[in-house]
């Protein structure tokens, strides 16, 4: 505070001997009947203990008398108030805000070890696949899972990211992939993942040294996925289906590298609402279906197929339905992962 700074005693008249401004250190000696001008942030003499707002005295030239006294201590920081010499400062494995920054630089330390975010390769595969902007011929889409999925990691925090794109053959397929091994800590891929003819993904994948951790997932959409890694670099090769691939990337890549980047909660949210509509699985699967929920109820949206994103761009929830229950009534509580 902005006041007179005293040793605290049953008077409450004193001369003024001194003062004291943020920034300047002076530690003299000073009597009971005596105080000193003092600003907010300045140093506090050892001598001196209680602080008292200049709006509660009054002043007569070199002397001040307490109209409004204040308890012993009061306006004074004490010595390890916010952290005592050797108590640890932060824990391993803590998130770093704007107000940690603040905290460690307050402290004097400029410098801490973080975990690295990585840099990720996004491989988009396709002879179909023409850039946005670029005349469309017959035959062709226009190419959307890169921007999609640069977009997505973004939201995760990583900025360090760089899109290729191949042609439908195994040769530039190995190629580009030991390129991407080589210099990335993560590699997704888009497409060429499933088994068709012209599907060489997983081929060029093993061919350059990637261990399966495992492909193919008992789930709606997004069954083709494949997950491996080579040495310290993961690998993710998702649909090509922009839905599948979005899907995906909720559900295994967002967990993967929080993972990596030192995140304890890894996983998304998980939120119970009751469906407004029943709905029943056929197929034998996992589904995750584009829904839109509010404070009670979720809706599950129309356009379910893993080639559409025009539900996905409004949908602000995955519903979760397991691949052995069949049938959800109206008014069941389901699991909902939020997105978006």
Known sequence: MDGYAFSFSELNQFDIVGVSQAGNFSNEQIKKNQAIRIFTGAYVPDCLDTVVMQEHTQRNEQTITIIKKPNALTNVRS????????????????????????????????????????????????NELVKAGKKLGKGKIFESNSVMLKVALQGVGINKIKTFSVKDNLKNTKKTLQNCL?????VL???????????????????????????????????????????????????????????????YVHLALKKTMGFDSV???????????????????????????NDESVTVLESQS?????????????????????????NEEVTVIPIN
Not at 267 to 293: A, D, E, M, V
Not at 311 to 320: C, E, K, P, R, S
């Open 79 to 126: 010595k390890g108030e916010q952290i005592k010499k050797e108590e640890l400062v932060l824990e391993k494995d803590t998130l770093i805000t704007p107000a940690a920054i603040g905290f460690l630089a307050c402290l004097g330390i400029t410098e801490i070890n973080v975990y690295k975010k990585p840099k990720v390769a996004i491989v988009v595969t396709g």
């Open 182 to 186: 080589s210099k990335f800590d993560v």
């Open 189 to 251: 891929v888009s497409g060429g993942i499933s088994v068709g003819d012209y599907d060489f993904v997983k081929e060029a994948l093993l061919y350059n040294g990637v261990e399966e951790l495992f492909y193919t997932i008992n789930q709606k959409p997004g069954k083709p996925l494949f997950f491996g890694k080579k040495d310290k670099t993961i690998v993710f090769a998702l649909p090509g289906n922009p839905a599948s691939a979005l899907s995906c990337f909720y559900i």
């Open 267 to 293: 996983h998304l949210n998980k939120i119970k609402r009751k469906i407004k509509t029943p709905f029943q699985n056929t197929t034998g699967k996992s589904l995750f279906l584009k829904g839109f929920y």
């Open 306 to 330: 893993s080639a559409m994103l025009n539900t996905f761009a409004t949908a602000n929830g995955l519903i979760y339905m397991p691949y052995n229950t069949e049938l959800v009534a109206e």
